[in-house]
C-alpha cells in the first residue's frame, strides 16, 4: 500500500512539473509577428519583425498580439489537457478482461 502511495505521489510531482514546464508558440500567417505563452499563459517572448512596423497601424498589431496570445493560450490548454488526461489514464491491470470461449 505505502509503495502505491509513493508511486502515486511520484507521479503527481511529475505531471505537475510538466504542466508547470508547458510553454506554447503563435505566429501570425504573415510571420511577422509571433508569441510564446508561459504555463500560466502569460506573455513571455514576443517578436515583432521590423516589417510589422510598416504594415500594421499601431491599433491593428495591438489586435494582432492580443489573437496570438489568444490562440497560444488555447494550444496551452490542449497540451496541459493532454498531459493530465494521460496521467490519469488507469494502469491496465487486465483484472477486467474476460476471455468468450465459444465452442
Request: hydrophobic share 40%; glycine share 2%; charged share 30%.
Amino acid at each position: 500500500m505505502l509503495d502505491e502511495l509513493d508511486r502515486q505521489r511520484a507521479e503527481l510531482t511529475r505531471v505537475g512539473e510538466a504542466v508547470a514546464r508547458v510553454t506554447a508558440h503563435a505566429t501570425s500567417a504573415d510571420k511577422l509577428v509571433s508569441v510564446t505563452v508561459d504555463a500560466r499563459g502569460l506573455l513571455v517572448d514576443l517578436s515583432i519583425d521590423p516589417r510589422a512596423m510598416r504594415r500594421y497601424r499601431a491599433e491593428q498589431l495591438s489586435a494582432q498580439i492580443t489573437t496570438l496570445v489568444a490562440e497560444a493560450d488555447q494550444r496551452l490548454h490542449h497540451q496541459r489537457n493532454q498531459i493530465l488526461s494521460a496521467a490519469v489514464q488507469p494502469s491496465p491491470d487486465y483484472a477486467d478482461i474476460r476471455e468468450d470461449h465459444q465452442s
